[in-house]
């Protein structure tokens, strides 16, 4: 019996080894598929977790976010008539309805921050905001240092660092690390305009706080009191009242998240936009539908072309092999047995190519993951892992039922060749 078993293997393995080249060359698609999977995943698990580190991370689930509506449906944060009134800011903060309300306002003069960099002084055009500390509150471990005091603390958005880093650069000036920034002196410079039309300068020393991904915008955070003291005693000094502040948008958080839709309603009926994780969460998932169906799309045509070369490339194994199977079927074996071999075969190479494609699905990862914060800066905190170790087994799997499926149609065309027709030829 041992006897009958070793030689059937021998047999089998005989007949593999003759078309293995040739069934490699035909399945080499699975390695493309199987490679194009492993990045998929990769690439969807580390975008999946940077939208929710750097979006939701900093936005609660009852947290809401008003902004003025403009023209066209769009939300910039602008000065003038894209703004949110005084009167709607104090109904606002009187509404019972929230737990908390923070109001960002933006000073409406013209604002420099001057700082030295290895002896090279810079004075960049900025615009300045103002917020309240509790805003910070678990969202910066240094939120309760955020007051109003000399030196002002400046917090910085966290995407800014690579457009400051990118102005140092085309300088010739060395790059700042966060760590660096952190504590980095510099000067506030506020120009304003008096009444006989000259400008005088303000300035007022600065240090850099932190940096947060709770801004979202272009432009640098002080407390809002430096602001409003500031508007408050420049006032006339251009010779009329000057509206020196503007207030940009409201962070509020609902005391009952099941009133959030009520809420909403009532805040748009005001004018206003509102803006939470809800809708986000919404508009993100929307996003990520179309990447996942263009990645079904083009998955779906290597698969396809995969299979039809696998396809052709065993019915012409079959068709070529014709004679041989026929001869083995006159002496006695089974129809079973001639299917079992092909696919078999199949298998054996969907082993060997999906732990290839897998590998090389690994080793492109791992490329992309290096050269992505140089080739795309704005992308730097994006961090690509590699898949764990176990979607190997997934990989091979997969491949082996695609080789195999792709096989089973030519093995069962080999199986009913008609003897006596084959044996004529």
Not at 54 to 79: A, C, Q, W, Y
Not at 184 to 207: A, C, H, K, Q, W
Not at 299 to 307: A, P, R, S
Not at 315 to 326: D, F, G, K, P, R
């Amino acid at each position: 019996m041992l006897f009958y078993i070793v030689t059937n293997f021998r047999f089998f393995f005989k007949d593999i080894s003759r078309n293995i080249l040739k069934a490699l060359f035909s399945s080499f698609g699975i390695i493309f598929l199987i490679a194009f999977l492993v990045i998929y995943v990769s690439l969807r698990q580390s975008v999946s977790k940077y939208i929710g580190d750097t979006l939701f991370g900093s936005m609660d689930i009852n947290e809401v976010i008003i902004h003025p509506k403009v023209g066209g449906g769009r939300d910039v944060i602008v000065s003038g008539e894209n703004s949110i009134k005084p009167g709607i800011v104090t109904q606002i903060r009187g509404m019972k309805d929230f737990s908390s309300v923070y109001t960002l306002v933006k000073l409406n003069y013209v604002t420099r921050v001057e700082a030295s960099v290895m002896g090279q002084t810079q004075n960049i055009r900025i615009p300045m905001y103002g917020i309240e500390q509790g805003f910070f509150m678990n969202k910066n471990p240094r939120w309760q240092s955020f007051v109003n005091k000399i030196p002002l603390p400046l917090v910085i958005p966290k995407y800014g660092m690579q457009f400051l880093n990118s102005y140092l650069s085309q300088e010739g000036l060395p790059q700042f690390t966060e760590a660096a920034l952190a504590g980095y002196p510099g000067m506030l410079n506020i120009s304003v305009e008096d009444s006989e039309n000259n400008r005088e300068r303000f300035s007022t020393p600065v240090t850099i706080h932190s940096l947060s991904d709770a801004i979202d915008f272009p432009g640098l955070v002080v407390p809002s009191a430096f602001l409003f003291n500031f508007a408050k005693a420049h006032r006339m000094d251009s010779g009329k009242p000057k509206e020196g502040i503007t207030y940009t948008r409201m962070y509020a958080k609902v005391k009952d998240i099941k009133q959030l839709p009520e809420i909403t309603d009532r805040l748009k009926k005001m004018g206003l936009r509102v803006e939470s994780q809800s809708d986000i969460s919404q508009k993100t998932k929307k996003a990520m539908d179309i990447i996942d169906a263009i990645f079904l799309f083009v998955g779906v045509v290597i698969l396809t072309l995969t299979v039809i070369s696998i396809f052709n490339s065993y019915l012409v194994i079959a068709y070529n092999s014709s004679y041989e199977i026929s001869l083995k079927r006159v002496i006695g074996l089974s129809k079973l047995r001639v299917i079992f071999s092909f696919v078999l075969e199949a298998a054996l190479i969907g082993v060997i190519l999906g732990i290839i494609g897998y590998f090389l699905g690994q080793y492109l990862i791992g490329a992309l993951s290096s050269q992505i914060a140089a080739r795309l800066p704005v992308l730097k905190d994006l961090i690509i892992t590699k898949p764990e170790s176990s979607y190997l087994h997934y990989a091979v799997i997969l491949s082996v039922v695609v080789s195999a499926m792709s096989a089973l149609v030519p093995a069962i065309f080999a199986s009913n060749k008609n003897l006596f027709k084959t044996m004529a030829q």
